[in-house]
């Protein structure tokens, strides 16, 4: 706004008046800040509550998913294994 580039809000229509845009852009960034304050605050204030955070279990959960991985792998494998073989015995 500062440097007379044309800034148009197409709720507001293109005739509004500078001064309302520089209110919503105020409590656009007040609203900004505060939601920083609750997202920083808001981890501390779960576990006082005694919520536990994160996945306890993630190790366990890293393995089921590698044995998922592998399956599909090999499913994958032994779907394309026959056409393998096929065209090697093809040359």
């Keep these: 706004m500062a440097h007379r580039v044309p800034f148009l809000v ?7 008046d500078p001064f309302i845009l520089h ?4 409590l656009a960034e007040k609203e ?6 609750r997202t920083k ?5 779960a ?3 005694g919520i536990a955070l994160g996945d306890p ?4 959960a890293q393995k089921r998913a590698v044995r998922s991985i592998k399956s599909i792998a090999d499913q994958h494998a032994s779907n ?6 096929e065209i090697q015995r093809a040359g």
Excluded: D
């Design 23 to 26: 209110l919503f852009a105020a």
């Design 57 to 60: 279990k993630i190790a366990q």
């Design 80 to 85: 394309v294994l026959p056409i393998i073989r």
């Design 10 to 16: 197409a709720e507001l229509g293109p005739e509004v």
């Design 41 to 45: 605050t808001a981890p501390s204030a």
């Design 47 to 49: 576990r006082k509550r």
């Design 32 to 37: 900004r800040a505060m939601i920083s304050a």
